[in-house]
């Protein structure tokens, strides 16, 4: 039997992309309608956002922390967490939590290698762009990454807090993140992380100026492998 998900989620937009994905992809691995069994818990948003507002990563891991108690104690056999920017508290977490993770960063620059990609452009929150989530798991496999201006993260920031984690999709919106992505381009990168779980619902290879590494799916597809047993994350 395939093993059971757990989704610790954050954000309602990224984490059901992350769910449907797994469910729409299960089949291909496992035969027509299957899937693995997933369960997800999520605290209030807003619970995450004050936390990470006053800079308080503990509380932050306490938060995910507590929903893979719950996830655990209802047969999770491993946990994902399809957010990005909460990452950040994964030091808190990982040594206390009661399943194994697959970690977003870790799966994301695992693609950027096995695609030959060398210069990665990030893009996110602000808490997340500014934080060395990304950084350390690329330099960690010889990978370069390029931030985004001052500008371009209180922009981008903006868009991601107020619009899309509410589900409004904006031209405008789509219009800045290309703007940010074709910049990146010009200063040498080939490839752009989309380093929010909601990024994937306005931007994708076929509207960006760089090919799309899609942290969302990208996780999701390694949780389903790692369910049946492929051992590659």
């Known amino acids: 039997m395939p093993q059971h998900i757990g989704i610790v989620a954050c954000s309602a937009e990224g984490a059901s992309l992350c769910y449907r994905t797994i469910c729409t992809e299960g089949p291909a691995l ?14 209030s948003l807003a619970d ?49 939590s009661p399943r194994p ?30 934080s060395d989530v990304y950084p350390q798991k690329l330099a960690a496999r010889g990978l370069e990454f390029l931030r985004p201006t001052e500008a371009e993260r209180a922009e981008t920031d903006r868009i991601i807090m107020e619009e899309l984690v509410y589900g409004v999709f904006k031209p405008d919106g789509v219009a800045c993140f ?19 779980t909601e990024i994937p619902l306005i931007i994708n290879d076929a509207n ?24 590659r994350p």
């Open 30 to 43: 496992l035969g027509s309608h299957a899937h693995p069994e997933i369960s997800m818990h999520t605290p």
């Open 48 to 96: 995450y956002v004050a936390r990470l507002g006053r800079g308080d990563l503990g509380g932050v891991g306490e938060l995910m922390l507590a929903s893979a108690e719950k996830l655990a104690r209802i047969g999770a056999d491993f946990l994902i967490c399809p957010d990005n920017t909460i990452h950040r508290a994964f030091a808190y977490v990982e040594a206390r």
């Open 101 to 130: 993770w697959l970690h977003i960063a870790e799966v994301v620059a695992a693609e950027a290698v096995a695609r030959g990609f060398r210069r990665l452009g990030i893009t996110g929150t602000r808490w997340l762009v500014e």
């Open 178 to 196: 290309q703007r940010v992505i074709e910049r990146m381009k010009r200063e040498g990168c080939d490839a752009v992380i989309l380093g929010c």
């Open 208 to 231: 960006a100026a760089l090919p799309t590494l899609d942290s969302t799916r990208l996780l999701a597809r390694a949780a389903l492998r790692r369910a049946v047993g492929e051992g």
